[in-house]
Structure formats: C-alpha cells, structure tokens
C-alpha cells in the first residue's frame, strides 16, 4: 500500500493562478480531509468528505473548491491564488468519520504564492 | 467556540531526561483526544488516543498521555527522550459530532546531546 499519496511536493504559483493539489489513497477509506499548517497555528481544517459525492466545509474554506468523485481521490483546487494561502497542505484519510479510526496524513504539499 | 490549546510552543530538554508537553481543551463535553508527531518534512503520525475510560494512554514509541477532567488537560510524557524523540507535537481535540479535528499550535522539541 502507498497509503496517502500527495503531488506536487512543492509548487510557486503567481497571485491570480489556479492550480489542484492531488491527493489520492488506496485503503478504501471513505473520510478524506484537507488541511494547512501555518506556523503556530497548528493544522486547520479546510474541506473534508465522507464518502464519494459528499463534501463539506471545514474551518478554512474560503478560496479553496474540493469534489470527490471516486473513493480515491481528493483534489483541493485553487481556483485564484492569493498570498495569504502559502502554507503547508496536508491531505489525510480514514476508515470513517467520527474519532473511532485513525487519520493517515499524506507527506505534504508546500505551496507558496507570490 | 471547540479549542487546543499548547501552551509551549518550544521545550528543550536533554536526551536521557524526561519531557512532558501539555495540552489543554476547551469543549461542552469531553471530546476525543488525540496526540500527533512530525518529524521533519514530514506528515502526522498518530501517538496515541483517547476516548473514554481509563485516564491514563499509553501510545507508541513510549509516550503516554493522561486525561484530567478536573483541569481539562490532556497532557504528553515520556520518562526517557532520545534524540529521536526531536519533532514537532500536536495535541487535537475532536467533538462528540465528529469529523472536525481542532489542533492545538503545536509544541516543538529539541533534544540536547
């Protein structure tokens, strides 16, 4: 099992550009997330899903658009980028929602908008 | 508002000492507890957990956490640090509804030879 894949590693976009972080697992989980870490602030919640065709809004969502339209795969899609959203991106999953299962976090994107 | 809080955002300590990191929350009702490391470049490992029962977690690579009501804590221990052990610690909170995780800051260790 890869467990929690994220691509790109790294990405510099321009103040304007769109761009999709892809996030993919292959453990059959039906929760997936979305987060950013900013330093001291530790990760915030930006979307999550929990299941294929179900989403919804996290702590962080404004400026950021996810879908989900298959079991594996969770894109979160920039649609203008603006400074304030460089930051660490962090994709995670479960076997479910709720606390009874353990989140996989995936390795990270690190995005910075300039 | 559901919160973490982490009080330190740094600890130094030396190997061979003991760590303690503490974690506090703020919820209507006891929420799911959790602890995370990342290490370097690196995603989130899960540490240990807590739901309901016996106060005292033990977790892996010899952490423990105890949950206390009284002082809406949930604080990290390890007897012994190795060098290893230098990372950054999340403490994390989920409510009865589920499906949010709230992070505390962060605290991050540094190990001395």
């Known amino acids: 099992n890869a467990g929690v894949t994220q691509t790109p590693k790294f990405q510099v976009l321009k103040t304007g550009q769109s761009m999709t972080l892809q996030c993919a697992q292959d453990?059959?989980?039906?929760?997936m997330s979305w987060y950013r870490q900013d330093p001291g602030m530790g990760l915030r919640l930006i979307h999550y899903s929990v299941g294929a065709g179900i989403t919804d809004q996290g702590e962080v969502p404004n400026g950021y658009n996810v879908s989900r339209s298959t079991t594996e795969d969770f894109p979160l899609r920039l649609l203008s980028a603006a400074p304030s959203q460089t930051s660490v991106y962090f994709c995670a999953s479960s076997m479910t929602g709720g606390a009874t299962y353990e989140q996989y976090f995936g390795p990270g994107t690190r995005l910075t908008v300039t | 508002a559901q919160s973490v809080t982490q009080p330190d955002i740094h600890i130094t300590v030396s190997e061979g000492a003991s760590l303690e990191l503490r974690c506090n929350y703020s919820y209507g009702a006891t929420p799911y507890l959790f602890w995370y490391v990342q290490s370097p470049g690196q995603g989130l490992q899960l540490l240990l957990k807590?739901?309901?029962?016996?106060?005292l977690v033990q977790g892996i690579k010899g952490f423990e956490a105890e949950f206390k009501r009284s002082q809406s804590s949930f604080n990290l221990r390890k007897p012994s640090v190795h060098w290893s052990d230098a990372a950054e610690y999340f403490c994390?909170?989920?409510?009865?509804?589920?499906?949010?995780?709230?992070f505390g800051g962060g605290t991050r260790v540094l190990v001395k030879p």
């Open positions: 994390a909170g989920e409510g009865a509804a589920g499906n949010k995780l709230t």
């Open positions: 807590y739901f309901s029962g016996d106060t």
């Open positions: 453990m059959n989980h039906e929760y």
